[in-house]
């Protein structure tokens, strides 16, 4: 058995895991709501929006902003074709996956991506907030695994690439920081 098989067995056994030791209806509803704040990044997006308004916070709103776009064109544009994985609920046939299946390619989770990188940019503007915003991300990025949209490696790799684009975005803003 190669590594790549390894690893696939090793993150539908912890997919399989969740579903039979963790899943029920009150989780459900609950990473529902929490997943959905990761749709399309908007949460962050907002966020992103309200930070520029005050001059404390505008330079890590501004990163923000750009942190999502990098994020979301790499991950969408580039690494999800280049990877083609297919979702672990289409490998493996898993019926129930509780919200509306998401098409496209798993890897990278693009709400994880967002999520890191936003939490990232917060927690670096704001300690208090930015641990707000990093219990959120890492429960957007949880819920991702509890409806069986994306693989455990597929989160991690959206933690790290998010991460690393956030921290990329906050050197790039540090000539410009105080032109704002």
């Given at each position: 058995m190669d590594l790549l098989n390894m690893i696939i067995d090793a993150d539908i056994a912890i997919l399989d895991t969740i579903q039979q030791g963790v899943?029920?209806?009150?989780?459900?509803?609950?990473?529902?709501i929490i997943t959905a704040f990761g749709d399309g990044g908007v949460l962050w997006i907002c966020l992103g929006i309200m930070m520029l308004l005050a001059k404390r916070t505008r330079t890590a709103g501004i990163v923000?902003?750009?942190a999502l776009a990098f994020t979301s064109s790499l991950g969408v544009l580039v690494i999800k074709p280049a990877v083609c994985r297919l979702r672990p609920f289409v490998l493996t046939g898993f019926e129930h996956v509780f919200i509306s299946p998401p098409?496209?390619?798993?890897?990278?989770?693009?709400h994880t991506v967002t999520s890191a990188a936003a939490a990232v940019c917060i927690y670096k503007a704001d300690r208090r907030?930015?641990?707000?915003?990093v219990?959120?991300?890492?429960?957007?990025?949880?819920?991702?695994m509890y409806f069986y949209v994306h693989y455990p490696t597929d989160v991690l790799a959206g933690l790290i690439l998010g991460a690393a684009s956030a921290s990329l975005m906050m050197r790039l803003a540090r000539p410009v920081k105080y032109a704002l």
């Open positions: 899943r029920c209806g009150i989780g459900d509803v609950f990473f529902s923000l902003l750009f098409g496209g390619y798993s890897f990278p989770s693009g907030a930015g641990a707000a915003a219990i959120i991300a890492a429960l957007i990025a949880y819920s991702r």
